[in-house]
């Protein structure tokens, strides 16, 4: 007996990958515990942005902190437009909101407490599978059984494997969250990416790009983000900041009271697939879920939790079921073969985007807002199936110009891999 299981899926980690699904897999009357290297209290660093349609249709708008009309983006700038041209804002016609992240991690939390999820304190070190059960060993030596583990680690997951591996495009930001001498965003306006460079030389404009992602947070407050879109080796911070600080400066603004300096952060854009045919399964970061076009996660995860946890729900009915077993049927509800060649795509995506030079990146993103809007707001949530991303992108190289779609058609690095990847995906 001693070798039975008390617990069905071991989830690790407290991020919000980890909290999603645990608190789903509760519902499915699972016997849920948490393993995580500090308490699933503790607050999260990072601040979640999505789309206001996102947390509408999920029922979840009252987990928002802000939420924004007026959102728009800047892709002017070029030598042959006029000032008022080149200041033209894109309008998205869409809201957007940032949650409270209090809020949410509370939700999730909530969840779980109602359907019994117990926590644990640890690191997890090693692990041991055999056809019945799986053992997770935690820094200070206490064994945790269950017959799933749950890999949510993050980036750098602990356990999980991938098949391939290959240098990692990294989106680096620096923010502040501060007042200023006169508001550099519209009252009640949200900006996505602005783009606009006439603040720098030509030589500047030749390094690689960074754009601006900015937001009136009320009273006074402003969050100001430089950031580049993703890059490998990734853009350093130095330069980020000097970056924002040029184009404050170039605006004739000045910041009076500097409230919040987010540093150093780093998000992994394109990392591989995980392998699907490995003993343990994974969730959120750890399992590549953030959207390579975008960054984003957290809509994904409130998406796709239910089904994963309903699908090993259904595998552990049979209580002959190997960890490899579920974990399978696991992977194949959460990577399954259309999704894959969608994450093909975007990765493929990203790699073009990636070569732009600054001009081509400004061409590129007003003819993507130019697409209906269903269509671009479907591209970044991952929300279109496999016949409409392609037919969004077709639309796309079809209306560039040709110095974009130039770029697009010339094949470097890793790109055939990837084209190759959509056609037949690995695993
Ligand atoms: C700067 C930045 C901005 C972002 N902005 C957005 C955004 O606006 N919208 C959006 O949707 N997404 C955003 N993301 C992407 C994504 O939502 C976050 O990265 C998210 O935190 C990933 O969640 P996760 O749970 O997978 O991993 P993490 O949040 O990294 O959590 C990992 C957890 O695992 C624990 N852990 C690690 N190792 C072990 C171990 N050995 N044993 C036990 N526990 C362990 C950690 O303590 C932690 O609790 C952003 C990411 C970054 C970096």
């Not at 499915?28 to 948490?34: A, K, M, Y």
């Not at 979640?48 to 002017?76: N, Q």
């Not at 990692?168 to 969250?177: E, H, K, L, S």
């Not at 552990?316 to 509800?333: C, F, H, L, N, V």
Request: with cysteine; hydrophobic share 40%; charged share 25%.
């Amino acid at each position: 007996m001693t070798n039975r299981a008390s617990i069905d899926v071991l989830v690790l980690g407290a991020g919000p990958g980890a909290l999603a699904i645990a608190a789903a897999l509760g519902k499915e009357n699972l016997r849920v515990e948490v393993l995580s290297a500090s308490s699933h209290k503790k607050p999260w660093p990072y601040t979640y942005g999505i789309w206001g349609e996102e947390v509408d249709e999920l029922g979840l708008e009252h987990l928002l902190e802000h939420r924004w009309k007026k959102t728009v983006s800047f892709f002017g700038s070029g030598a042959a437009e006029s000032k008022d041209e080149a200041n033209k804002a894109t309008e998205h016609g869409r809201d957007y909101g940032l949650f409270d992240k209090s809020k949410l991690q509370s939700h999730w939390i909530q969840e779980c407490e109602e359907f019994s999820v117990k926590w644990h304190i640890g690191l997890a070190k090693g692990l041991e599978v055999n056809q019945t059960i799986s053992t997770v060993t935690t820094e200070s030596g206490t064994k945790l059984k269950a017959r799933l583990i749950l890999d949510a680690t993050g980036y750098n997951p602990i356990f999980l494997k991938s098949k391939k591996d290959w240098p990692i495009a990294i989106q680096t930001c620096y923010g502040v969250v501060g007042r200023f001498n006169t508001p550099p965003v519209e009252e009640g306006q949200f900006v996505l990416m602005d783009y606009r460079c006439d603040h720098l030389s030509n030589e500047e404009k030749a390094e690689p790009p960074t754009f601006l992602y900015a937001m009136d947070m009320g009273d006074g407050l402003y969050f100001l983000e430089e950031t580049s879109l993703g890059l490998e080796p990734p853009l350093t911070l130095e330069k980020l900041q000097s970056r924002l600080h040029q184009r404050l400066t170039h605006n004739g603004l000045k910041i009076t009271s500097l409230e919040h300096e987010e540093l150093g952060l780093y998000l992994p854009m394109n990392m591989p697939l995980p392998d699907l045919k490995q003993p343990v399964l994974g969730f959120g970061g750890a399992a590549s879920m953030v959207h390579p076009a975008s960054g984003y996660l957290v809509g994904g995860l409130l998406r796709r939790s239910p089904s994963l946890a309903k699908a090993i729900a259904i595998a552990m009915q049979d209580e002959k079921a190997s960890p490899e077993m579920i974990a399978r049927e696991g992977w194949k509800t959460l990577w399954p073969k259309d999704l894959r060649r969608k994450q093909a795509l975007y990765q493929f995506g990203l790699e073009k985007l990636m070569r732009f030079e600054e001009s081509q990146l400004r061409e590129f993103f007003k003819g993507f807002f130019n697409l209906p809007n269903e269509q671009w707001y479907g591209f970044l949530t991952n929300t279109l199936s496999l016949s409409e991303l392609v037919k969004a992108m077709w639309t796309m190289f079809l209306s560039s110009p040709w110095n974009v779609r130039w770029g697009l058609m010339e094949m470097q690095g890793r790109e055939l891999y990837l084209l190759w990847q959509f056609l037949k995906p690995l695993n």
